[in-house]
Every structure is written in C-alpha cells, then in structure tokens.
C-alpha cells in the first residue's frame, strides 16, 4: 500500500483519537486567605502490565503506561508529585513489577504508590513493599494532608486458607463475579493507624484519600466495594474538605456522601463497562453517579482519554475529554451540595446501558 501523506496523516489522527489515554491533573487552588498554596499532581492507574513469557509482555497495557507518562512529563505547569493508583502489575509476578517500575521510572518527578489487588495477592505484597515501600501512609504538602489507604485487604481466613499455589489466591481474587472471591477491606490494623493519623490533623486542613477500591460501597461483585467503607467515612467526618480518589473500577464514577467527595480515575489499560451493562440487572451504581456516555463499553479505548480533576477548596471538578464522545465536566455545586454533570445528569441525554452479553 502506497502510504501517502494524506493517508498517514488520516491513519495517525485515527490512532491518536482512539489510543488518548487517561491521566488526571488534579489542582487544588486555596484561596487568597488560606495558608495553603495552590500546585497540583497528576494521577496514573491501573497499568495491569501482564507477562507472557521470555521478554514479552502485553504490548497494549505496556503503551498505556507509557504514552500517559509521555503526555504527564510534558504537563506545564510541572505537578508537584505523581500518584500511581494501583494494579501497577496483572498477576502481581516480579517480571510484571519490574517491568511497570522501569516504565515508571521514566516520569520526571516524585512518585507515590498505592497498591492493588492485582499487586498484592500472589505474595501478599511482599516484592511490592520491597520496591516501593509501605502499603499505607500519609505526608503533608503545601497545607494539605494526603492518606493513602490499602483498602484491598480482605478476612484473613479467605487470604491464609490452603491454596494449592499463591497463584491460584491471585486469579480468585482477579476474576470478576467469582463465588471463591472474597470483599475487599481496609481492616481494623489500618483504622487504627488511620484514626490516630488523624488526630494530630486540623480539622479544617483539606485532606486527600487515596485508595485502590472505592471507600464506598458500589457494586459487590467485581469489588467495587470496601466492606469496611462505613468506618473510613465515620473517621473522616469530621474534617471539612476531604477527597477520596480512588482507580480499580476503570470507568468514571464520582458520589458525594455527606462531606466526602468521590471520584474514581480511569486506567490506563481498559475501561470496564458499568456493572449493570454486564450483569444486566439493576444499577448498584450510586444514584449520583452519572453513567459514561459510552458507544461501546467492550472497546477498549473507548470513554478513555483525559480528566482534569480541580480540586478548589477541597471540592473536586473533573474536566474529561473523551475521544470519539462529547467532552463533559462534571462540578461540585455549593448550592446542592454534591457534584453535578450538567448535561449527563439528566438521565435522557445519556446512552443506555449496552446489551453485549
Ligand atoms: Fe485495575
Ligand atoms: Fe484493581
């Protein structure tokens, strides 16, 4: 085939369209009276970079990593630091950890990790933590307290009963609707430390949660879930301004519960369509989630692309530019007190669930 100018440039548009990948940038301006200062950070999730065997690797999942890095090394202004939100590996093998940090290591700038089931569960965490660090912890900047959780812990009888192989926990808890899965949880060692973390936080410090799984309770079948959601809320109730940005679920979601606001961030691998799209029964979705406006949820880059997360006086927007969908915002509004997409929310301008099973 003759390849033209005309025709690369066509064919490069196409594959620039349908490869854009998410990353969020995430600001938070204080106001001029606010010892805070404004910056931002940026986000990453869910690489989910998969072995295959000798130096292969998923090329697909590996491209996402990559070209989200490229586009976040060439932010202006620079962010302050980076959060990775976990699912950094597929089936949490030392080849895949390896592989996904020297990726990594390609972002100019401090990174923090999260971690995700798909990180933890074939040794327990063990290689991540000696890679990166521990599995929970918070640090302050410019004014804001930031915590990151490992919400996808889970009953230790399900975790230490006899497997055959540590691979076999690891693919339990990786299928989605899986019978010999088990809820993800946060665990009272972690509340504990949370709730003493806290103390020493005033109470109208902003605070940002970082977490794999949503602090909230979703959809239990492809744990979009935490079962001990209820008692992270309770411990960040009293602070004014507090936001919980989450990965794992692969799709846009946000909530507003009392004074937490949520909004997941979408991976870099694939988008998961929303749960009701598969399953085919009601929506387990919080009713202020907002369905993605998504022509086809089993295209793999479809509904990814960009979000912008703005966080301003610790209330989150989100700015997403969608390829092949119409761009959206979605905003907190003081007025009602929760997040707002003002054209999606109206449920008749949305796409509706897709029958593809
Ligand atoms: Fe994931
Ligand atoms: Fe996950």
Known sequence: MELNRRTFLKTTGVALMGTALPMSLVRLAFGAHSPAQDFTFAYISDAHI?????????????????RAIREANLLMPRPDFF??????????????????????SRLRGKVYYVIGEHDYYLDLGEYWQS???????????????????????????????????????????????????????????????????????NRSTPIVVFSHSPLQKIYKGWNFWTEDAEKVQALLKPFEKVTVIYGHVHQIQY????????????????????????????????????????????????ATGWQFIDVHEG???????????????????????????????DSGNRIPPQTHY
């Open 255 to 302: 909530n507003q519960i009392g004074n937490i606001t949520f909004h997941a961030v979408m991976a870099t691998a694939w988008p998961w369509p929303y749960p009701e799209s598969y399953r085919q029964v009601a929506s387990c979705l919080p009713k202020l989630t907002v369905h993605m406006n998504r022509a086809d949820p089993f295209f793999e880059r479809d």
């Open 50 to 66: 998969q072995y295959i065997k000798g130096d292969k690797f998923v090329r697909n999942w590996d491209m996402g990593l990559i």
């Open 131 to 201: 890679k990166i660090g521990p599995l929970w912890y918070s640090f302050d900047h410019k004014g804001v307290h930031f915590v990151v959780l490992n919400s996808i812990l889970t009953y230790d009888n399900w975790t230490h009963k006899k497997w055959a192989a540590p691979m076999d926990r690891m693919l339990a808890m990786a299928r989605l609707d899986n019978p010999e899965g088990s809820p993800f949880m946060v665990g009272e060692e972690q509340i504990a430390w949370l709730r003493k973390d806290l103390e020493k936080v």
């Open 315 to 345: 209330k989150a927007g989100m700015h997403y530019q969608l390829p092949d969908n119409e761009n959206r915002s979605v905003v907190f509004n003081s007025k009602i007190g929760y997040p707002q997409d003002l054209k999606y929310q």
């Open 83 to 104: 959060m990775f939100g976990g699912d950094l590996a597929q089936l949490g093998m030392k080849e895949e950890l390896d592989h996904g940090l020297e990726i990594m």
